[in-house]
Nanobody, 129 residues
Framework: DVQLQASGGGSVQAGGSLRLSCVAS????????LGWFRQAPGKEREGVACISSSDSVTYYGDSVKGRFTIASDNAKNTVNLQMNTLKPEDTAVYYCAAVLRYLDGSTCYRLGEDGMDYWGKGTQVTVSS
């Protein structure tokens, strides 16, 4: 069975950092795309970043560019999201999701949540001012 396990959420003050991890299992880790999405209270879920596993082509949403970095560690079947200079508006439940075919980061991001094949459970990120 395909499984995505997200972890690493927590509470930090504005300006701080957190690192989220998504461990994938049950599929060929060398040929997929994985995205991070988030949903804040009362808001729709939005894309954060996407990466292609085979060549690490990435894409970021405008609100996180320059602050977040998505990276794939194929040896560990893991995709990490390093979040720096966190802001209160980054507070949300963060989800990882996968598409089980090659997509570059930009295409993965444009597909959005409706294009994802599998989802992990969310992890809460809270940024206080």
């Amino acid at each position: 069975d395909v499984q995505l396990q997200a972890s690493g959420g927590g509470s930090v003050q504005a300006g701080g950092s957190l690192r989220l991890s998504c461990v994938a299992s049950g599929f060929n880790f060398d040929d997929y795309a994985l995205g991070w999405f988030r949903q804040a209270p009362g808001k729709e879920r939005e894309g954060v970043a996407c990466i292609s596993s085979s060549d690490s082509v990435t894409y970021y949403g405008d609100s996180v560019k320059g602050r977040f970095t998505i990276a794939s560690d194929n040896a560990k079947n893991t995709v990490n999201l390093q979040m720096n200079t966190l802001k209160p508006e980054d507070t949300a439940v963060y989800y990882c999701a996968a598409v089980l075919r090659y997509l570059d980061g930009s295409t993965c991001y444009r597909l959005g949540e409706d294009g994802m094949d599998y989802w992990g459970k969310g992890t809460q990120v809270t940024v206080s001012s």
